[in-house]
């Protein structure tokens, strides 16, 4: 037996694996202290009433704000079914027919803030606002009694969905152009329109990529806190993060912000145990 | 060479970690302005170079009167003392990030704070002084006789004379369209009648957003209770909440537009969306000044009254005692008051009124009194209620579906 050769190779892999763990300390060390270590204060201080151990901050947060919580989630799993809607169809369509200045306007709201796409959608879809004016010019709506409907649920679907499908449409592109051009010609060959190759071929050979973008948008949706503030009815049902914002500002009950806070983790940790889920089978 | 490489790439991120932990304290700090080398020791000799560290809280507005008019107006007079100013935020949490960096010093135990005074609304008040964070300085300066409101002895039930100048006084008002409400209406009852008359044509941001919709619900609670005595002075009693539910839920149950803050109750008045909103004098007149807000828009004081709110100067006792005590006296002399505060920024003055506007120009007395007058505002300018009973509004309001 070579011993000095399993010595040495053992060594090697000895030494690789203790490089390999100082290379990821560093990341691991500052999710651990900028994310883990908050996180577990976050859910110790959810727990405190009045200085005792209590679970009463999320029986309250369930009674007096589950309407909130389904709110929420209704209006992110709306925005994000609109999104990948959209994104599949346009993404699909300007991969089969290549449209570059198509591609480019429809990628702009990229570029713009949320706290902008807010204010803009604030005053460009308010009841008075440039759209009904402009239609009241052309006689489609009466600007005296003009439709009334933008602040809440509908003006938070519309304004998130017009800005995150843009990147919603640049990942799926990206992995609608992945895709082997062969079995695209070939179904073209067969008769196949551009409805039939998205449907048939796009969607199922770029699943995984789909159901990726789906995660990373439906958590930008639950955390997002600068739209749902400027477009949300004050009077009707609220975004988590707008209730976890009065917590801290108006009744400056950190303990109960803090159960919100964890409610909302809770949320958005079924489409990341998926995205992980999906991660490891992948590896 | 791969793994020289993956070495080096450990070390360098092992030194990046070490390098951000060391970043100074102030890049978290909210309040936390540059150190200053001169900000060593208070000054003793009057014509020593003194840096005068001053956080003011509030909106971008309070920022811009302190460093483009006071500073500068300040330093003139007093040409060795150079006022560094730095905005806190606004709202509650402006004026608790300056109690939070106080505190903190003070649990240190450094003797000199960063912060010589500062600028603060009333929910703080009670923790400044219960911590032993701040001065009874009024008494030392000169122009203490001017200090005489009602806002300099109490704040939201504490008892905080001595340890104030208000510098204003801002006050909640329903602004209306005088082009579509011919009679606006004259009390709370009144406008609870025309809301029903009108439905979505009366707006309002709710208790969060905006302290114009809370002061509304405050007076709303002050005319249905007819217990405003007790509200404002205390002491707390939860059985003084009892009907409140009932209250806050008719309320909740007139047909109302909700706007998203004290701009959006603006805009939707400016729009013609709403026709009546709670708002801030000060924010009403400068949005005016601005071209932001149509002519049309008026103002009316119902009642039995709307409440308002002072900001306060406040001093350290970590400070430079004597710049920042110059400093407050300054702001509380009727002439700057009447220059400034008034005449600039449109805001009721935190001091003896009759003797600011005897400084004032007869156009500033008419632009403010015009359509509310100083009459109306000694009797219907009310305060906000206790700090225990304006949680209980909130939580009450928030509960009511």
């Known amino acids: 037996m070579n011993y000095s050769a399993v010595l040495n190779g053992g060594r090697g892999k000895t030494g690789e694996r203790l490089l390999g763990a100082a290379v990821i300390l560093p990341p691991v060390a500052l999710v651990c202290t900028e994310y883990v270590y908050p996180f577990l204060m976050s859910v110790h201080s959810s727990l405190l009433k ?50 570059r200045f198509l591609e480019f306007l429809f990628k702009v709201p990229l570029f713009i803030p949320f706290v902008v796409v807010g204010h803009a959608m604030r005053t460009f879809l308010a009841p008075k606002g440039l759209l009904n004016s402009l239609l009241s010019q052309i006689g489609v709506i009466d600007i005296n009694h003009p439709p009334d409907f933008i602040y809440g649920a509908v003006g938070i679907v519309i304004s998130l969905t017009w800005k995150q499908f843009s990147f919603a449409l640049l990942l799926v592109m990206s992995s609608f152009e992945s895709v082997d051009k062969s079995y695209l010609e070939a179904a073209r060959t ?24 789906a995660v990373l948008i439906l958590t930008s949706f639950l955390q997002n806190f600068s739209v749902v503030m400027m477009m949300g009815n004050s009077g009707g049902s609220q975004h988590i993060m707008v209730d976890i914002y009065n917590t801290i500002t108006y009744l400056n009950d950190l303990p109960l912000a803090n159960a919100l806070g964890v409610i909302s983790y809770l949320l958005a940790l079924g489409p990341a145990i998926l995205y992980l889920k999906r991660e490891m089978e992948k590896a | 060479m791969k793994k020289l490489l993956c070495a080096l790439l450990a070390g360098s991120m092992l030194l990046s970690l070490a390098a951000c932990s060391n970043a100074p304290s102030e890049a978290s700090s909210a309040a ?112 203490q006789k001017y200090v005489t ?27 209306y369209n005088s082009k579509t409400v011919q009679t606006p209406p004259k009390s709370y009852d009144e406008l609870e009648s025309w809301i029903k008359a009108n439905p979505k044509k009366f707006g309002y941001n709710g208790v969060t957003g905006g302290m114009s919709g809370v002061g509304f619900v405050a007076g709303w609670l002050y005319n249905k209770t007819k217990n405003y005595d007790t509200l404002v002075k205390g002491p707390y009693s939860a059985d003084k909440t009892a009907d409140w539910g009932k209250i806050l839920k008719d309320l909740k149950s007139l047909p109302v537009t909700y706007t998203q803050g004290n701009a959006g109750t603006l805009d939707l008045l400016n729009r013609g969306e709403i026709d ?19 002519p049309d828009v008026k103002m009316i004081l119902p009642e039995p009254g709307m409440p308002g709110q002072p900001m306060y100067l406040v001093v350290g006792s970590g400070a430079q005692k004597d710049a920042a005590e110059k400093f407050c006296d300054f702001l509380a002399d009727p002439a700057v008051q009447a220059k400034y505060v008034v005449g600039k920024y449109n805001w009721y003055p935190g001091i003896d009124s009759n003797a600011v506007f005897q400084e004032s120009s007869q156009e500033t007395k008419d632009l403010l009194f015009k359509e509310v007058t100083a009459d109306e505002l000694s009797k219907k300018a009310l305060a906000l209620p206790i700090d225990e009973y304006s949680k209980a509004m909130q939580k009450i309001y928030t509960e009511t579906k």
Request: glycine share 10%; charged share 20%; with cysteine.
């Open chain 2, 276 to 294: 009546i909103g709670p708002v801030w004098v000060d924010m009403l007149l400068l949005w005016k000044s601005d071209g932001r807000m149509s």
């Open chain 1, 190 to 213: 067969f008769g196949a329109g551009t409805c039939r190759q998205i449907l048939n071929f796009l969607i199922p050979l770029t699943r995984s990529s789909i159901g990726v973008t």
């Open chain 1, 50 to 99: 009045d200085g005792r151990f209590s679970a009463e901050n999320y029986s309250y947060s369930l009674s007096v704000y589950g309407g909130d919580i389904l709110f929420t989630a209704f209006v992110s799993a709306l925005s994000l079914a609109l999104v990948l809607a959209l994104s599949v169809t346009i993404g699909g369509y300007l991969t089969l027919r290549r449209n």
């Open chain 2, 32 to 143: 936390a302005p540059a150190q200053n080398s001169s900000a060593g020791a208070p000054s003793q000799e009057e014509q020593k170079p003194v840096t005068l560290n001053f956080a003011t809280g509030g909106d971008t507005n309070m920022s811009e009167f302190f460093n483009n008019e006071i500073s500068p107006a300040f330093h003139e007079k007093y040409p060795n003392i150079t006022v560094k100013v730095t905005a806190t935020g606004a709202g509650d949490d402006g004026s608790r990030n300056i109690y939070t960096k106080w505190k903190a010093q003070k649990d240190a135990g450094k003797s000199e704070w960063d912060i010589d005074a500062g600028c603060v609304n009333q929910s703080v008040m009670k923790d400044l002084i219960d911590n032993g964070l701040i001065e009874k300085y009024v008494p030392d300066i000169s122009n």
């Open chain 2, 149 to 175: 409101t009602e806002s300099s002895k109490f704040a939201l039930g504490t008892d905080v004379e001595g340890y104030v100048v208000p510098l204003f006084t801002s006050q909640i008002v329903l602004g």
